[in-house]
């Protein structure tokens, strides 16, 4: 039974500008925005979330300076700890693929970190090792959740989501005039607008009594997760029982803010054989629908077609930088399926759009054994950026699908399967440094 409740968050001095300290998750910012958030304040999230910045090399120093900061900046009140245990409501009001304007609701809270094998924390990509010892050793060295992972419950019954609503009612931030003195804003890189306010009292305990009995689905976040549970066995073992629970933020499943978007596939560091060869070995499982020369930004429209294919969970755009030609190709074999679910794979996970570009265009066409693809594979959000790379002749391969849906990702997690190594990409992504968690104050 998942175990959520109010803490008293650390946050920034209200006096603080937010939009000069928060940071997005350290796992998408390159070397020049880095750079650029360091210079933004010394304050920023990012000097402590990320200490060791893209291309550098890690060393204990880095680690030992992020939490030397976090100390120095508790002791001047730049950092303030919530005097009342809450729940902190957010609000992101975002513009989607439609230009629509849209708005997630959700809240960070503390849960009591259970083990994968007991099923109250549900994974559903598989990690990498690399991610997990960077984390590991920022927790050793500060003792404190600087950014939430990102959860999904079910609320099939509507009763968080109302409570919620309630809540935000109260702070006018359900379409009224936020209150100045509890609702803080922030803005991201994007235009996007983040809004946090603390809930505390009797409907901060009603929302997290209502999770009790819920399932609750990693959205993004799975390396921080098995990290968090790493160290929290280490502190254990040490009689110490203060890192037994992890910051959260978790968010409905019927949300209708929730969106989420596929990442490509970008393939390097491998010999590539001809396109001629590729798409025979795809034969008879995949139909060429089309294809394009690269030139004059002909396949700029290839990655949106996907949409309007007959299945685009089963359609893929394919880009050979060598021959200068992407073209899409779409599952025209079931049977091609029937044979990955009698390789032990539930239906649900064979139809999902990652596992067929993984195991039948990667694996089948390229060679790349879905079980040994760390390093060779990069994954980029925007179509344009990846065809920008592409064409320029950073990679030897691209592949780019449709997104998988978040039902898809409940069925997968209820099998007890993961699906490849970032299937998902829920945006936006949470912002660091709109509340810190300090472990064991």
Same mark, same amino acid.
């Given at each position: 039974?998942?175990?959520?409740?109010?803490?008293?968050?650390?946050?920034?001095?209200?006096?603080?500008?937010?939009d000069l300290v928060v940071a997005p998750p350290y796992d998408v910012l390159d070397a020049d925005q880095t750079d650029?958030?360091?210079?933004?304040?010394?304050?920023?999230?990012?000097?402590?979330?990320?200490?060791?910045?893209?291309?550098?090399?890690?060393?204990?120093?880095?680690?030992?300076?992020?939490?030397?900061?976090?100390?120095?900046?508790?002791?001047d009140g730049a950092l303030v700890r919530d005097e009342e245990p809450a729940v902190y409501l957010v609000d992101q009001t975002y513009r989607g693929p439609d230009g629509a304007a849209h708005t997630r609701r959700g809240f960070v809270a503390r849960?009591?970190?259970?083990?994968?094998?007991?099923r109250i924390v549900l994974p559903h990509e598989k990690t990498h090792a690399g991610p997990k010892v960077d984390r590991l050793r920022l927790y050793r060295a500060t003792h404190a959740d600087i950014s939430t992972i990102f959860l999904l419950y079910p609320d099939d019954d509507g009763a968080v989501t109302a409570e919620l609503g309630a809540a935000a009612a109260e702070l006018g931030m359900g379409g009224g005039e936020p209150d100045p003195a509890a609702v803080r804003a922030a803005h991201d890189g994007d235009g996007n607008v983040h809004r946090v306010a603390a809930v505390r009292g009797e409907r901060a305990a009603r929302i997290a009594s209502l999770l009790a009995g819920q399932s609750l689905y990693v959205a993004d976040g799975h390396h921080r997760y098995e990290t968090a549970l790493a160290y929290r066995d280490e502190r254990r073992a040490a009689g110490d029982h203060s890192?037994?629970?992890?910051?959260?933020?978790?968010?409905?499943?019927?949300d209708p803010g929730l969106m989420?978007?596929?990442?490509?596939?970008?393939?390097?560091g491998i010999e590539m054989p001809p396109m001629a060869e590729v798409l025979g070995r795809l034969e008879p499982a995949f139909t060429v629908v089309s294809r394009e020369s690269t030139e004059g930004g002909a396949c700029d429209g290839l990655v949106d077609s996907l949409e309007d294919t007959a299945d685009p969970g089963r359609s893929f755009a394919l880009y050979f930088p060598a021959?200068?030609?992407?073209?899409?190709?779409?599952?025209?074999?079931? #049977?091609?399926?029937? &044979?990955?679910?009698?390789? !032990?794979?539930?239906?649900?996970? *064979?139809? =999902?759009?990652? /596992?067929?570009?993984?195991?039948?265009?990667?694996?089948?066409?390229?060679?790349?054994?879905?079980?040994?693809?760390?390093?060779?594979?990069?994954?980029?959000?925007?179509? #344009?950026?990846?065809? &920008?790379?592409?064409?320029? !002749?950073?990679?030897?391969?691209? *592949?780019? =699908?449709?997104? /998988?849906?978040?039902?898809?990702?409940?069925?997968?997690?209820?099998?007890?399967?993961?699906?490849?190594q970032k299937s998902t990409f829920f945006y936006p992504k949470l912002l660091t440094g709109l509340v810190f968690d300090v472990l064991g104050d």
């Open positions: 039974m998942a175990e959520v409740r109010p803490f008293r968050g650390v946050r920034y001095d209200e006096r603080t500008d937010l650029e958030l360091r210079r933004r304040s010394p304050l920023n999230a990012v000097h402590v979330d990320l200490p060791v910045g893209p291309g550098e090399a890690p060393s204990d120093e880095a680690y030992s300076r992020a939490a030397a900061l976090l100390s120095l900046w508790r002791q849960l009591t970190l259970a083990a994968l094998d007991e890192a037994d629970t992890l910051m959260v933020y978790l968010c409905s499943m019927r989420v978007f596929p990442a490509h596939r970008m393939v390097k021959e200068k030609t992407c073209c899409v190709v779409a599952l025209t074999d079931a #049977g091609a399926l029937e &044979r990955l679910a009698g390789e !032990g794979m539930s239906p649900e996970a *064979a139809r =999902l759009s990652v /596992t067929i570009l993984h195991r039948l265009i990667l694996g089948d066409g390229l060679g790349i054994d879905p079980a040994h693809s760390e390093g060779l594979i990069d994954y980029v959000v925007s179509p #344009g950026e990846a065809l &920008r790379r592409l064409a320029a !002749g950073e990679y030897a391969f691209g *592949a780019f =699908l449709t997104a /998988t849906g978040v039902e898809e990702v409940r069925a997968v997690a209820d099998n007890g399967e993961t699906m490849p």
